[in-house]
Every structure is written in structure tokens, then in C-alpha cells.
């Protein structure tokens, strides 16, 4: 035998190394696969709560996307309808502020008018009084025709003076 091996030293070793096995399996083996296995199973339920923490935040993304998407609509839509009610008030405004300018001419017109004729009624009656008072003079006296230019030129003083 050339290597020195003896073969009860190998069957021993067998056997030893058998027992080991045995204890090693019976005590040793069982606490590591539990930890083992504890372990296992608490990465697993990390890898699945992190799995449902993703789905719960893109859902959460997903729904607060809708949101600000309805929010943008809601807010274009309250733009609008404020526009449009800006625009319409602006229209009324204008057409009332037409009317009334409108009215204000047509009595401003009707007043103006009024008070053409009272002004033209007073002249007509001053010229009148103006015309029995010269036509009394001159026919009071006989006059000749510087005397009745005088008596014209007192009249068209005294109807431009107000007298």
C-alpha cells in the first residue's frame, strides 16, 4: 500500500462523518433551515408588499392624474362660461348705454325744440308790440324819412338790447 491509507481509518472516518451528518441534521440543520426559511418567507413578503405598494402608488398616480385632468377641464369650462357671461354683460352694457344715449338726444331734441318755439313765440310778441308801438308813433305823426330811419334803428337797439 503505497499511499498509507488504511482501511479502517477510512471506515471509521465514514462512520464519523455518518454520526456528524446524523447530529448535525437531528439539531443543527432543522434552527438554520427555520431561520432559513424565516427568512424566505419575510423577503418574500417584502418583495410582495413592495409589489403592492407599487400597484397602490401607480393607481394613486392614475387617479391624481384624473383629478388634475378634471380639475384643468373644470377650470377651462368655469374660464369660458366666465368669458362668455363677460362678454354678454359687456353687450348689455353697450346696448343700455346706446339706449340711453339715444333717449338722451331724442329729449335733449324735444327740449331743444320746446324751447325753439317758446324763444320764437317771444319774438313774435315783442315784434309785435315792437311793430303797434312804432305803427302808433308813426301814425301819431307824420314823419318824414330820416325820422322813420331813426325810429327803425331805436327799434332794432332796443329789440337787441332786450328793452
Same mark, same amino acid.
Do not use: C, W, Y
Given at each position: 500500500?503505497?499511499? *498509507?491509507?488504511?482501511? *479502517?481509518?477510512?471506515?471509521?472516518?465514514?462512520?464519523?462523518?455518518?454520526?456528524?451528518?446524523?447530529?448535525?441534521?437531528?439539531?443543527?440543520? @432543522? @434552527?438554520?433551515?427555520?431561520?432559513?426559511?424565516?427568512?424566505?418567507?419575510?423577503?418574500? *413578503?417584502?418583495?410582495?408588499?413592495?409589489?403592492? &405598494?407599487?400597484?397602490?402608488?401607480?393607481?394613486?398616480?392614475?387617479?391624481?392624474?384624473?383629478?388634475?385632468?378634471? %380639475?384643468?377641464?373644470?377650470?377651462?369650462?368655469?374660464?369660458?362660461? %366666465?368669458?362668455?357671461?363677460?362678454?354678454?354683460?359687456?353687450?348689455?352694457?353697450?346696448?343700455?348705454?346706446?339706449?340711453?344715449?339715444?333717449?338722451?338726444? +331724442?329729449?335733449?331734441?324735444?327740449?331743444?325744440? *320746446?324751447?325753439?318755439?317758446?324763444?320764437?313765440?317771444?319774438?313774435?310778441?315783442?315784434?309785435?308790440?315792437?311793430?303797434?308801438?312804432? +305803427?302808433?308813433?308813426?301814425?301819431?305823426?307824420?314823419?318824414?324819412?330820416?325820422?322813420?330811419?331813426?325810429?327803425? &334803428?331805436?327799434?332794432?337797439?332796443?329789440?337787441?338790447?332786450?328793452?
Amino acid at each position: 500500500m503505497g499511499l *498509507g491509507l488504511n482501511l *479502517g481509518t477510512i471506515v471509521v472516518e465514514i462512520v464519523s462523518f455518518l454520526i456528524f451528518l446524523f447530529f448535525m441534521s437531528k439539531f443543527a440543520f @432543522p @434552527p438554520i433551515e427555520k431561520i432559513l426559511r424565516e427568512r424566505r418567507e419575510r423577503i418574500e *413578503g417584502a418583495i410582495e408588499e413592495a409589489r403592492k &405598494d407599487r400597484e397602490e402608488a401607480a393607481r394613486l398616480k392614475q387617479q391624481f392624474e384624473e383629478q388634475i385632468a378634471s %380639475a384643468r377641464h373644470e377650470a377651462q369650462s368655469l374660464i369660458e362660461r %366666465a368669458q362668455r357671461t363677460a362678454d354678454l354683460q359687456a353687450q348689455e352694457t353697450i346696448q343700455s348705454a346706446r339706449e340711453e344715449a339715444t333717449r338722451l338726444v +331724442a329729449m335733449a331734441r324735444t327740449e331743444i325744440e *320746446g324751447e325753439k318755439r317758446e324763444a320764437l313765440r317771444e319774438i313774435r310778441s315783442e315784434v309785435a308790440e315792437l311793430s303797434l308801438a312804432i +305803427a302808433g308813433r308813426v301814425l301819431r305823426e307824420e314823419l318824414d324819412t330820416a325820422r322813420q330811419r331813426k325810429l327803425v &334803428d331805436e327799434f332794432l337797439s332796443t329789440a337787441e338790447s332786450g328793452s
